[in-house]
């Protein structure tokens, strides 16, 4: 019997710094996003990061969170409830870090005796601290509890055309009356080293602005080149010019070269080149979160406003869209056949 296991991110069980400290702890010391060998990764997390960075992510996490809960556990559960109607197999919720485990979901399929596992990690884009880690955590997991179980992993949709019409049309929705001067493109940011790591060819990805346009085997697994064509793609159906979208990569962690150009120094730079209405869409993300509601729609304008911009719009994440769901619901239904 065949279902289907979408996973996200994650979130703390509440806004405080006490389900915010093992909920980062557990994030902080995947080695997949803090890539440095243990005993390095231990001290710079328990020994530094998590001595205030709870506090402050417990602060952050206050601001945006619902009566409900966690926004993007919400948002995620609501797309769940969405697609199981509209498909013929189970679909069961989990995310990578937090209560709601792997091995829970998993555990979910098996008990309504699912043998055929969907593994959907819920990232457009290919990246070894979000799509790989769910793939690896997921195997061990079945290793261990469920060896009977087959998983079929699904890739990165980035350049998927009834993604890319989605989110297209998404935008083209939000955009309605109002009358920006530019669209930003924001990205999470990853560590340089992190789009080497993931060369499977060793040789192409140098990020020299031209390896990302260059054909290439790499860009199966290639963060970076999946966001730029992601942009591609959707400013293409969007008709837009040059002149009027450009991309960034946000939330990056001091020390380290991060992807380039940074997204907090490109909207404060914005309203001196005169761009006074700024729209800003997050393709990185399918639901809204943290990165999203409180570091662009909060914070980001809030820089905009103090540096001369007029007005900002945050554009939302594809979230439990209909048509979102129904693509994801397509997909499904075309592998359950």
């Given at each position: 019997?065949?279902?289907?296991?979408?996973?996200?991110?994650?979130?703390?069980?509440?806004?405080?710094?006490?389900?915010?400290?093992?909920?980062?702890?557990?994030?902080?010391?995947d080695k997949y996003v803090i890539d440095v060998p243990y005993l390095l990764r231990a001290l710079l997390v328990r020994g530094i990061i998590l001595r205030k960075r709870p506090e402050e992510s417990a602060h952050a996490y206050a601001k945006i969170w619902w009566e409900e809960g966690s926004p993007l556990v919400v948002l995620s559960e609501r797309m769940q409830k969405k697609v199981q109607p509209l498909v013929t197999v189970?679909?069961?919720?989990?995310m990578r870090y937090g209560s709601m485990t792997i091995e829970k979901g998993?555990?979910?399929?098996?008990?309504?005796?699912?043998?055929?596992?969907?593994?959907?990690?819920?990232?457009?884009?290919?990246?070894?601290?979000?799509?790989?880690?769910?793939?690896?955590?997921?195997?061990?997991?079945?290793?261990?509890?469920?060896?009977?179980?087959?998983?079929?992993?699904?890739?990165?949709?980035?350049?998927?055309?009834?993604?890319?019409?989605?989110?297209?049309?998404?935008?083209?929705?939000h955009l309605v009356g109002f009358d920006y001067d530019h669209l930003l493109f924001s990205y999470h940011g990853i560590p340089e080293r992190h789009i080497r790591k993931t060369d499977v060819?060793?040789?192409?990805?140098?990020?020299?602005?031209?390896?990302?346009n260059t054909p290439s085997p790499a860009h199966?697994?290639?963060?970076?080149?999946?966001?730029?064509?992601?942009?591609?793609?959707?400013?293409?159906?969007?008709?837009?010019?040059?002149?009027?979208y450009s991309l960034t990569f946000q939330s990056r962690l001091a020390g380290d070269k991060w992807?380039?150009?940074?997204?907090?120094?490109?909207?404060?730079?914005?309203?001196?080149?005169?761009?006074k209405k700024l729209a800003v869409v997050t393709p990185a993300f399918v639901s809204d979160c943290l990165e999203t509601l409180e570091e662009i729609a909060m914070r980001a304008k809030e820089d905009f406003e103090a540096n001369?911009?007029?007005?900002?719009?945050?554009?939302?994440?594809?979230?439990?869209?209909?048509?979102w769901c129904e693509t994801v619901s397509n997909w499904i239904n075309d592998w359950a056949k």
């Open positions: 019997m065949k279902g289907v296991l979408l996973v996200n991110l994650g979130s703390p069980d509440s806004p405080t710094p006490k389900d915010v400290k093992p909920y980062l702890d557990e994030f902080l010391m189970p679909v069961a919720l989990a998993l555990q979910e399929l098996h008990d309504k005796g699912v043998t055929d596992v969907m593994l959907f990690p819920l990232y457009p884009q290919y990246a070894m601290a979000s799509t790989l880690t769910i793939l690896v955590k997921a195997e061990e997991i079945r290793k261990k509890k469920f060896p009977h179980m087959k998983f079929t992993d699904v890739p990165a949709f980035y350049n998927k055309p009834d993604y890319i019409k989605n989110l297209a049309d998404s935008i083209q929705k060819t060793k040789s192409h990805c140098k990020i020299d602005g031209s390896c990302c199966e697994f290639c963060y970076r080149h999946q966001c730029y064509e992601t942009t591609k793609q959707v400013v293409k159906l969007l008709g837009l010019p040059e002149d009027k992807l380039e150009p940074y997204t907090d120094v490109e909207i404060d730079n914005m309203p001196a080149k005169g761009i001369g911009g007029e007005e900002f719009l945050a554009i939302p994440c594809l979230n439990d869209d209909d048509e």
